[in-house]
């Protein structure tokens, strides 16, 4: 049973461009959230999407957009990059159950450095 | 508001010593707790987790963690440290409140000396 996986494993952008990152889901798991680790900082919710819609959002800039498919597979794009968007872009998957929270499970990791 | 308090930001340890790392959390309805260890350049690794039942959890590595209600605290102890236990500690908590996302705490970044 696969974890968590997600894409690419790192990335080089310049100031300005945009960029995607991909996450699948583990099996089984219908809800996908995206999570920033700036250096020497603890994960920073960014979003939640259920049913392929955003669900619940972090204070972060429109510029940080996202996408559920019906696979539940996730996207994560940035406009505009900024070089404190320089992270480790974390994605975690869960099964949503009603209204009972359920342990997220982590991938490894999108490690984005913006020049 | 929901938070999650790691009051060190680094301890420094003797291989062979015990370890006890501070969690302290605020939030609103049952908590979910965790703690998660992170080398560096890595992502997160599950230690140990808490949903109900024996306030006191076993977790992988010889690591453990007792929940104190009336605290708000989660604290993860180890015995005897290994040289390879030294990376950054993250204590977590989630729950229904806010979304079912999960809160992490800015982390413990432990350095074991020989």
């Known amino acids: 049973d696969a974890g968590v996986t997600q894409s690419p494993t790192h990335l080089i952008k310049t100031r300005g461009q945009q960029v995607t990152l991909r996450c699948s889901p583990k099996?089984?798991?219908?809800?996908v959230s995206w999570y920033q680790q700036a250096l020497g900082q603890g994960p920073q919710f960014i979003f939640q999407y259920y049913e392929e819609e955003e669900r619940q959002r972090g204070n972060f800039p429109d510029r940080f957009s996202g996408h559920q498919f019906p696979n539940y597979s996730s996207e994560l794009n940035v406009n505009a990059l900024l070089l404190g968007d320089s992270a480790l872009y974390l994605c975690?998957?869960?099964?949503?159950?009603?209204?009972?929270?359920?342990?997220?499970?982590f991938g490894p990791g999108t490690r984005l450095t913006v020049l | 508001a929901q938070s999650v308090t790691q009051p060190d930001i680094h301890i420094t340890v003797s291989e062979g010593a015990s370890l006890e790392l501070r969690c302290n959390y605020s939030?609103?309805?049952?908590?979910?707790l965790f703690w998660y260890v992170q080398s560096p350049g890595q992502g997160l690794q599950l230690l140990l987790k808490y949903f109900s039942g024996d306030t006191l959890v076993q977790g992988i590595k010889g690591f453990e963690a007792e929940f104190k209600r009336s605290q708000s605290s989660f604290n993860l102890r180890k015995p005897s440290v290994h040289w390879s236990d030294a990376a950054e500690y993250f204590c977590?908590?989630?729950?229904?409140?806010?979304?079912?996302?999960?809160?992490f705490g800015a982390g413990t970044r432990l350095f074991v000396k020989a």
């Open positions: 099996s089984g798991h219908d809800t």
């Open positions: 939030y609103g309805a049952t908590p979910y």
């Open positions: 975690a998957s869960s099964l949503r159950q009603g209204l009972s929270y359920n342990e997220q499970f």
């Open positions: 977590a908590v989630g729950g229904n409140t806010g979304g079912f996302k999960t809160i």
